[in-house]
């Protein structure tokens, strides 16, 4: 089987499952996010654009519906044994069919956790489970009950987190040494894309993004590339991922001479950095290491060009999504951050991205494993060290 994990890891994050299950006195889970399938089973497919449910109750059964399709690939790749499939037809309706399975573990009656806030639960999907379960069983959000104990990685998790924070600076090298006058964007793109698939990393949860000229200021994916001008400014959003886990970088490169607005937004992002450090506590919320951001940008009459949102958790991601929930969890050890110091100015063009990742290991000190330095870039007249 193609594992990650050992199988004793998988069942002791099922049993912390169950524990929250107790606590919330409900039943049973059902799962419709990929991550949480991957995190308890090690089932790794994209079939959850699909309907699928991976069901979890408190006596340890761990049953997966999911299409033909995907058959092998969970037997392959997981370690679920019960896997059920839904026939596929042109007025199937799967969620018929997991209440036939839930009600062979007894589930009748009972108080079931679901996970609405799901890739894997459209609208339309999450209203055929919620009609067919309808008098069955009672059922209760709990999208957060994995997503929770996710936040806190294992030894074996961020050995898989050093390996794509590795790939990701071996990203960034290759960028760095293609970027300039006449350079394509798409050379660019495939350089950094065909180096992480080179140390056997894996596709990131979202396309890497690129912009310059016109597009510099972009903050999303979008089609198209151009060639970069003499004078010109790259922003690049990439991620490098390894076993599925994430390592996340930004920067901004100005072709030719970096302007005096460049130099400040570099020094004020600098310094956000650094009180972005200091507010990483343990036992205190995600969201005053944002406030420690807003603070310094706001003190240097950068307000107006700032975020009102930025930084996310880091982990295991098929779509990435900025996780609000990090904003309100206390900071634990194993939590990944990612600090995320963002400008944008649209009158004048000028943008600066520093951010930096962050795994809180004990009390007294951060560990990060990223190796590319987020010191100033610019050589002496404001001209890019590497274009001088």
Known sequence: MALHFTTE???ERQHRTIEQLT??????????????????????????VFFQCLYLDLDGNLMLLTRA?????????????DIRIWLDSADADPAVQLKQVLDEFGCRGRRLGVEYDA???????????EAALSGFCDLEDASDLVSRLRVVKSQAELEYVRQAAELADLAHDEAYRLAGPGANEGDILAAMQGVIFSGDGDYPGNEFIIGSGPDALLCRYKSGRRKLDSQDQLTLEWAAAYRHYHAAMMRTIPIGKATPLHEKMHTVTMDA??????????????????????RICDSADMKQHRL?????????HLCSQLDGLADVLPRQ???RRRKHGVFFTYDSNGQRHQP?????????????RMRIPVETLFGSGGEMTEYR
């Open 9 to 11: 890891e998988f069942t």
């Open 23 to 48: 606590n919330r006195q409900l039943d049973g889970l059902l799962m419709f996010r990929q991550e949480s399938m991957y995190y308890l089973s090690g089932y790794d497919s994209f079939g959850y």
């Open 69 to 81: 399709p995907d058959l092998r690939q969970a037997r392959h790749t997981s370690v679920i044994e």
């Open 119 to 129: 890739y894997g639960l459209t609208a339309k999907n999450g209203q055929l489970l």
């Open 273 to 294: 950095m650094q009180a972005c450090m200091a507010a990483l506590k343990p036992g205190r919320p995600i969201g005053e290491v944002f406030d420690a951001y807003a």
């Open 308 to 316: 009102n949102a930025t930084g996310y958790s880091l982990g295991y």
């Open 333 to 335: 050890p194993g939590h």
């Open 356 to 368: 930096r990742h962050v795994l809180r290991t004990h009390r007294r000190g951060h560990g990060h």
